[in-house]
């Protein structure tokens, strides 16, 4: 029988420690959350493995769980305080939008397959959070705006839905994939427009509905 609870301390001390995290409230949150409990029980034992897992069932859209360091480090980028509004996009199972929960967010947590969405209401254990279905791309005009956007999975295109869904100061963090280079970047929302930074490599399979619209050939 897996030890979940020592797997998740080697986790903290092993994968997110050594990789720039440190924020205590991130690790201790990380360290708290049981990640297997937002797997299916036949991807359980790689809950704490250095990797994306998937979430989604077969015949389902696709849907990772982001490897721990690279959830921990994007979650530090955003600095959520209590009381904060944040959108969880392509939330799966709920895993993030948990953690951003228990660092005192009040969060949307945006997922279009309603079989996921469902999974996500049972596996959360707050009402703190608001599970919606719909598309990706739209964001959740009606329920922001947002301090802090976090998507769940690589974009091959800037996310403008989204962005305008931000308050001014707010930050969205994202994987963005262009070729065969991947790497995480955040934005922050200011009067004049978005500031742009890279951030760290990452690699993540690109959710469908952030692809980038095919090229013209003749």
Known sequence: MLDFARARRNMVDNQLRTFDITDRAVLAAMG???REQFLPEDQAAFAYLDQNVRVSAEGGEVRWMLQPMVVGRLLQEL????GIAALDVATGRGYVAQVMSTLGANVVALESDQALADAAR???NTT???VVTGPLDEG???KGPFDVIMINGAVERRPDGLLAQLKDGGRLV???R???A???VIYVRAAQGFGRRRLFDAAAPVLPAFRAEPAFQF
């Open 32 to 34: 708290q959350i049981p």
């Open 79 to 82: 600095e959520i305080e209590p």
């Open 122 to 124: 049972a596996s959360l």
């Open 128 to 130: 703190a959070i608001e």
């Open 140 to 142: 959740c005009p009606g």
């Open 174 to 176: 994202c994987l963005e």
């Open 178 to 180: 262009h070729g065969a």
């Open 182 to 184: 991947c790497h995480a």
